[in-house]
């Protein structure tokens, strides 16, 4: 799989909370080109195509561009539109959020909080206890099961 390769480069730590300010060009050297085009380029992969967005294993998913720890699987919920979707984030520093005016919507952007790539878009129509949806693609994670 891609992520074997993914989590190989020098900046990728499950530890490490310093941020990762690098160039899009160095970027591209070490991502695969689906991350890259998330992560960098603010791409969605399809709906219903992704590795985990019907999954309910126990686990830990992880920033598939930096490894910044950003879901436990306790916050993921069933969600039929075809994202993984959870309802709250591993921590608040875990990630940024950015209003997206993009495609004539008024959306909210999350990034990673450690390497600040597009991770996916924040909705209120999630399940309590905190009413909200992170919307997420599949190839921006990395999930480590229990
Ligand atoms: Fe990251």
Same mark, same amino acid.
């Given at each position: ?9 020098? +900046? $990728?730590?499950? /530890?490490?909370?310093?941020?990762? %300010? ?11 080109? %689906? ?7 603010? @791409?969605? !992969? ?5 590795? +985990?967005?019907?999954?309910? /294993?126990? @686990? ?6 930096? @490894?910044?720890?950003?879901? /436990? ?14 309802? %709250?984030?591993?921590?608040? %520093?875990?990630?940024? +959020?950015? *209003? ?19 991770? @996916? ?7 309590? *206890?905190?009413?909200?949806? $992170? ?10 099961? !229990?």
């Amino acid at each position: 799989m891609s992520n074997l390769v993914i989590m190989s480069h020098k +900046y $990728y730590s499950r /530890t490490d909370k310093t941020p990762v %300010e690098i160039s899009d060009a160095e970027w591209k050297e070490i991502l695969s080109p %689906e991350v890259f085009r998330i992560a960098r380029q603010k @791409g969605t !992969e399809w709906a219903f195509s992704g590795k +985990y967005w019907r999954t309910d /294993t126990k @686990g830990q998913y992880y920033c598939a561009a930096c @490894g910044n720890h950003l879901f /436990t699987s306790d916050a993921k919920f069933a969600s039929s539109c075809g994202w993984p979707s959870f309802f %709250e984030p591993s921590t608040p %520093e875990a990630m940024k +959020y950015v *209003p997206d005016h993009t495609h004539g919507m008024e959306r909210v952007e999350v990034l990673c909080g450690r390497c600040n790539g597009h991770l @996916g878009h924040i909705f209120d129509d999630g399940p309590a *206890p905190t009413h909200m949806r $992170y919307c997420m693609n599949s190839l921006m994670l990395d999930f480590e099961p !229990e």
